[in-house]
Nanobody
Framework: QVQLVESGGGSVQTGGSVRLSCDVS??????MGWFRQAPGRDREGVAI???????RYAESVKGRFTISRDNAKNTLYLQMNDLEPEDTAMYYC????????????????WGQGTQVTVAS
């Protein structure tokens, strides 16, 4: 069974940057993603990645966030730049069924989440 452990969250000012990491242990996985959930809102897809050089981003984070992975380190990353208060949420690393949608319906494994808070 895959285990996912996120780190790197915290508090930052508007316009700041944060890099999230997700350490992956267990069977190798091809398709992963980052999702987030703000209080009172549904969990939403932020960015997804696949080993066949595919990446997709939510419109709200395009140009500001970058998803990447280091297969040698079994780690998934999310570099978040130019952060806005609307980015405040719990961020989750996930293993998903391969596909092109940002939906959480295809997720098979979740990490425990890491909080990102952006102060205005």
């Amino acid at each position: 069974q895959v285990q996912l452990v996120e780190s790197g969250g915290g508090s930052v000012q508007t316009g700041g940057s944060v890099r999230l990491s997700c350490d992956v242990s267990g069977p190798s996985v091809d398709c992963m993603g980052w999702f987030r959930q703000a209080p009172g809102r549904d969990r939403e897809g932020v960015a997804i990645i696949a080993d066949y050089d595919f990446k997709r981003y939510a419109e709200s984070v395009k140009g500001r966030f970058t998803i990447s992975r280091d297969n040698a380190k079994n780690t998934l990353y999310l570099q978040m730049n130019d952060l806005e208060p609307e980015d405040t949420a719990m961020y989750y690393c996930a293993v998903r069924r391969c596909g092109t949608l940002l939906s959480s319906l295809g997720v098979t494994d979740w990490g425990q989440g890491t909080q990102v808070t952006v102060a205005s």
